[in-house]
């Protein structure tokens, strides 16, 4: 079915009852071109977009849990492409314009919301190095606004601009910024690519990898073997468990990062706003509630919920920059398992085993690059070679001294 | 999260700062521009094992005697198996 506001019409008048599900409960063939591992927006994606513009539909996505049930699902959904360096600028510009033409694209409301990201500076250096960044992002042809404290006050009269410690001394502003609803976001990639003929096969996890001779032939499931000479993973903070099936190292280690939601009020943030003296950003979604989060987890963790202690800290960054906030409950919190890499940057590459593909190390930013990931990814299981926004995010470039490292913070993954 | 250091007894773990995964140092002795010497210094520097369970790692004790330990958590649960001085193990250090 195509969702238009006719069928809108048509199902309010018949007490929604034609509404139809939005992918099929799909089992396993025996073999397929394509499997990817891993049902969160990037395998979805990368399976939309290898049967939509690369002409692979024969594709199946293996996911261990419920589709989304992962980092996709448990996102403060922050949609940007400020970013410093050049080999990852115009990677985030390409999946800003796919952001942009999502909801045509799948025929789906993603909720993609444009409110704006307001980045808050707190000293004259760091000023300067908003400059440096919004030069950078303009050269490349991204949209950034470095604004004063008076223009901040008029987007966020609420925050505390006098704080003695953190006074607010301007922002940088990226307008087309904003947040997506990470749930339809993988709904709309699921229903796209299943219309295609791909099989999303839920409860289905991969417990093998099998080669032979150097190349890809399969991945062992729960469900059974599944052959396939092609294979991508896209596991986030599972990837270093994934790999390991194939007797695989990554530059990466899994850290918990936490999210956590107030109850509803009425509208307050209209844009997301982000504190930059110590790590804290907020936003509120369309129910009212106000969303935020902070810091990772210290240390290695995959259970998927964070620490009290971690809990304390944010809420500590939150009251100096919006003290307004200690009057409101938290209803909720959660956490995912991030997969950090050592640079902080991203991994779409081939990988020693031939037909083997690896997308991973989104660290706590890969919710941004579902579009632009799933796209790049598709390109290089596809044509064998990677896209051009996404060569530079090799596997081998802590070996050759290429890392891309848009913090300058070296090889410490709870740093970035 | 209570962390056993064998020197102070049982402190909270706010009192120690982690450093990550408890892995040897590359031969410093061997020719450092060798291929296979580059290799051992990107594996330390960047490779992780990162596994789902038993984790044996460097931790501070920052706010107390100021010594490395070595402790084995589980990186699912957060159970802790043991923190021995990073001084007196060297066992622990290499595996
Ligand atoms: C609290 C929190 C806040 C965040 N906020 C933002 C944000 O504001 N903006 C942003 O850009 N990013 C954000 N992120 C990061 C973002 O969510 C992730 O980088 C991104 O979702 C990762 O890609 P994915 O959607 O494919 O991952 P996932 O949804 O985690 O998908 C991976 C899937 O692989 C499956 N899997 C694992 N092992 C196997 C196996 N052996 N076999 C089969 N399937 C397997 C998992 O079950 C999972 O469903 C946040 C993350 C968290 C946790
Ligand atoms: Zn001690």
Known sequence: ?416 | MLINCPYCGPRDLLEFTVKGEARARPDAAADLDSEASRAGFVDAVYLRDNPAGRHKEHWLHASGCQSWLVIERDTRTHEIFGASLVASDAEGAKS
């Open chain 1, 1 to 416: 079915m195509t969702f238009s506001g006719f069928q809108l019409l048509r199902n309010a008048l018949n007490g929604g009852t034609g509404w139809t599900p939005h992918w099929r409960k799909a089992e396993p063939k025996p073999a397929y071109d394509v499997v990817i591992v891993g049902g969160g927006g990037h395998g979805l994606a990368t399976a939309h977009y290898l049967a939509k513009d690369f002409g692979v539909n024969n594709v199946a996505v293996i996911e261990k849990g419920w589709i989304g049930s992962g980092n996709a699902g448990r996102n403060t959904t922050i949609i940007r492409s400020n970013y410093l360096l050049p080999g990852n600028i115009p990677f985030y510009e390409l999946g800003m314009k796919l952001w942009e033409g999502l909801e045509q694209d799948l025929n789906y409301n993603a909720m993609v919301s444009q409110r704006g990201v307001l980045n808050l500076c707190h000293s004259d250096a760091q000023r300067d190095a908003f400059a440096r960044r919004g030069n950078a992002m303009r050269l490349h042809g991204v949209d950034a606004e470095l604004i004063d404290r008076e223009a901040v006050r008029g987007m966020a009269p609420y925050l505390d601009f006098d704080n003695a410690r953190f006074p607010i001394i301007g922002g940088l502003v990226q307008r087309r910024g904003g947040t997506a609803r990470h749930d339809a976001v993988v709904w709309g990639y699921a229903r796209a690519a299943d219309k295609r003929g791909v099989d999303i096969i839920e409860n289905c996890e991969a417990t093998g990898l099998r080669s032979e001779g150097g190349k890809i032939v399969g991945v062992e499931t729960t469900k059974g073997f599944v052959g396939a000479n092609r294979v991508g993973l896209s596991v986030a903070g599972n990837s270093s468990r994934v790999a390991a099936l194939a007797d695989m190292r990554l530059p990466i280690e899994t850290y918990a990062l936490q999210a956590f939601v107030t109850e509803s009020i009425k509208p307050l943030i209209d844009c997301v706003v982000t504190f930059g003296a110590g790590h804290f950003y907020i936003s509120q979604s369309d129910k009212g509630s106000l969303v935020f989060g902070g810091d990772l987890d210290p240390f290695p963790s995959y259970a998927q919920r964070g620490s009290l202690h971690v809990f304390s800290d944010v809420a500590e960054n939150a009251m100096a920059v919006m003290p307004m906030l200690g009057r409101l409950r938290i209803l909720r919190s959660w956490g995912g398992v991030m997969d950090m890499s050592m640079d902080g940057s991203p991994i779409i590459d081939a990988t020693p085993i031939e037909g083997l593909f690896f997308n991973g190390g989104w660290c706590y930013g890969g919710f941004k690059a579902t579009p632009a990931a799933g796209f790049c990814f598709a390109h290089l299981i596809a044509k064998g070679e990677p896209h051009q926004a996404a060569a530079p995010f090799r596997l081998d470039r802590f070996a050759t001294g290429r890392v891309i490292d848009e913090k300058g913070v070296g090889a410490t993954p709870n740093l970035h």
